[in-house]
């Protein structure tokens, strides 16, 4: 585990590193008055990574000095717990979308991609809090773009609201039409314009027809099957981030649970790139 770990924090620190080039707001440095961008969200990557929260997280850095001197500190350096929530709040999602950008960019993407829609749960909020921040729906609308072959998540998009996926889909596939070749979707994506808006760039979309006549079946019966079905790989990837890195997202502001879901995102990139190169 110590090994595995080793290579995740390296990984990580690489990538984070390369995500807050270009922010806005220069990093702050060591000795500057406080603690380097990229150390925030290398360390928000380890407890993303080892599911901890955060006073226990820190804790096992302290008695893991080799794994604290890749983050560049010693042990009794570390941040204090505080500093590390407090400071995710304040960088920007740029960096984290950016993040989630290069750890994709780890994978030799394949021909088929896959779009999909799921609701992750948020934690409990008072009622006050619900209140005050408009807090209607128990889960965030998470809809994630893949790669069938490698399983990199390539881009999601958060709400939290219920948009129809149609409103979603064009927004999320026009950040990624370099990476698409095949795209296949469920019923939830038929609209024909996107269809057309996909064939003129080049993207050959793979999605279902709602069945409300025979124009609907006639052209479900004509979907290549084999290219269709490659869609429950985006099933998969949903169960895993569940699975592995928690059910409910625990931020309690709207943009630090998108902050969440996209570092999770990520950190799943990072954890399949290592087992690939492993074997």
Same mark, same amino acid.
């Given at each position: 585990m110590s090994s595995k770990l080793a290579r995740f924090t390296r990984k990580v620190v690489t990538l984070a590193q390369k995500a807050v080039v270009g922010n806005a707001k220069p990093a702050?440095? /060591?000795g500057d008055g406080g603690y380097a961008d990229w150390v925030i969200v290398s360390i928000h990557g380890l407890k993303t990574y080892?599911? $901890? *929260?955060? /006073?226990r997280l820190l804790d096992v850095l302290y008695e893991m000095p080799r794994i604290s001197r890749i983050l560049d500190l010693e042990p009794f350096e570390l941040p204090d717990f505080t500093t590390v929530c407090t400071r995710m709040q304040e960088l920007k999602m740029p960096i984290w979308r950016r993040l989630l950008r290069l750890s994709a960019e780890l994978h030799d993407t394949g021909e088929i991609q896959a779009i999909d829609a799921t609701g992750m749960d948020r934690v409990a909020a008072s009622q006050h809090y619900a209140k005050r921040t408009n807090y209607t729906f128990r889960a965030v609308k998470t809809t994630a773009l893949i790669d069938c072959e490698t399983g990199a998540i $390539?881009?999601?998009?958060?709400?939290?609201k219920? *948009?129809?996926d149609t409103q979603i889909a064009w927004q999320l596939l026009t950040r990624n039409l370099d990476? $698409?070749?095949?795209?296949?979707?469920?019923?939830g994506y038929d609209w024909e314009l996107l269809r057309q808006m996909l064939r003129s760039e080049g993207v050959k979309p793979v999605i279902k027809h709602r069945e409300f006549g025979w124009h609907g079946v006639a052209n479900n019966v004509l979907l290549d099957d084999t290219t269709y079905h490659q869609r429950s790989n985006i099933e998969s990837t949903f169960f895993a981030l569940r /699975?592995?890195?928690g059910e409910i997202v625990r931020a309690r502001t709207w943009f630090g649970q998108f902050r969440e879901l996209v570092l999770k995102c990520g950190v799943r990139n990072i954890e399949l790139a290592l087992d690939a190169a492993t074997g």
């Amino acid at each position: 585990m110590s090994s595995k770990l080793a290579r995740f924090t390296r990984k990580v620190v690489t990538l984070a590193q390369k995500a807050v080039v270009g922010n806005a707001k220069p990093a702050l440095q /060591r000795g500057d008055g406080g603690y380097a961008d990229w150390v925030i969200v290398s360390i928000h990557g380890l407890k993303t990574y080892l599911d $901890l *929260p955060y /006073r226990r997280l820190l804790d096992v850095l302290y008695e893991m000095p080799r794994i604290s001197r890749i983050l560049d500190l010693e042990p009794f350096e570390l941040p204090d717990f505080t500093t590390v929530c407090t400071r995710m709040q304040e960088l920007k999602m740029p960096i984290w979308r950016r993040l989630l950008r290069l750890s994709a960019e780890l994978h030799d993407t394949g021909e088929i991609q896959a779009i999909d829609a799921t609701g992750m749960d948020r934690v409990a909020a008072s009622q006050h809090y619900a209140k005050r921040t408009n807090y209607t729906f128990r889960a965030v609308k998470t809809t994630a773009l893949i790669d069938c072959e490698t399983g990199a998540i $390539l881009d999601i998009h958060c709400s939290m609201k219920q *948009p129809h996926d149609t409103q979603i889909a064009w927004q999320l596939l026009t950040r990624n039409l370099d990476k $698409l070749s095949i795209l296949t979707a469920d019923k939830g994506y038929d609209w024909e314009l996107l269809r057309q808006m996909l064939r003129s760039e080049g993207v050959k979309p793979v999605i279902k027809h709602r069945e409300f006549g025979w124009h609907g079946v006639a052209n479900n019966v004509l979907l290549d099957d084999t290219t269709y079905h490659q869609r429950s790989n985006i099933e998969s990837t949903f169960f895993a981030l569940r /699975r592995k890195y928690g059910e409910i997202v625990r931020a309690r502001t709207w943009f630090g649970q998108f902050r969440e879901l996209v570092l999770k995102c990520g950190v799943r990139n990072i954890e399949l790139a290592l087992d690939a190169a492993t074997g």
